[in-house]
Structures are given as structure tokens and as C-alpha cells.
């Protein structure tokens, strides 16, 4: 796969440093670099990322961690959803910092 963006000195497209599995479908599957941010960000910081997360995007805090410690590891607060349960374990909170 070549990169359109990334070019050399004599302006020949280098190739893209990614794994992409793609589905009978003809449709990506996984990206083998999004799947590495996840795992860094989920044994980081414990967070999962959703299915359709990109980087960047909101991740949600695992249900391990308590509001309270929520509070302390997330800086920049995190949004409880609303169930018709009334629990509040899907929580989301801005994607900390890749380490």
C-alpha cells in the first residue's frame, strides 16, 4: 500500500507502515494500528475503546473504575449515559494521552 502524502526525495509515494485486514465484504475490518492505541490506552489508562473509536474520539471508562476514582484519573471529567436501567456503567471521557 503507498501513501499519497508521504513522498521521497524524487517524489515516488513510500509505502504505508499499517496492516489493514479486509472482509469478504470488501470492507476494513481492523486497522492494525488502531487496534495498538486501544490496547496502549486500555493498559494505560483503563479505558475501552468503542467499535467505531478513531483517534482522537471519546473512550469509555471500564466498569472496574469507580465514579471516585473516575474523578481522580480523568482530569477532564467524563459524561455518565443515560439508561433506562438507571445504571450508570457507560461512562466516556475525552482519549487521554497515548503514551
Avoid at 492494525?32 to 483503563?46: F, G, N, P, W, Y
Amino acid at each position: 500500500m503507498l501513501d499519497p502524502d508521504e513522498r521521497d526525495k524524487e517524489g515516488i509515494p513510500l509505502t504505508a507502515r499499517a496492516a489493514f485486514i479486509i472482509g469478504p465484504d470488501k470492507r476494513l475490518k481492523l486497522s492494525i494500528l488502531r487496534v495498538i492505541d486501544s490496547l496502549q490506552l486500555t493498559a494505560k489508562h483503563s479505558v475501552a475503546t468503542p467499535v467505531n473509536w478513531t483517534h482522537g474520539n471519546k473512550v469509555m471508562v471500564v466498569p472496574s473504575v469507580s465514579d471516585e476514582q473516575a474523578t481522580r484519573k480523568f482530569p477532564k471529567g467524563f459524561e455518565t449515559a443515560r439508561l433506562p436501567s438507571g445504571k450508570g456503567y457507560i461512562r466516556t471521557t475525552p482519549q487521554p494521552d497515548l503514551p
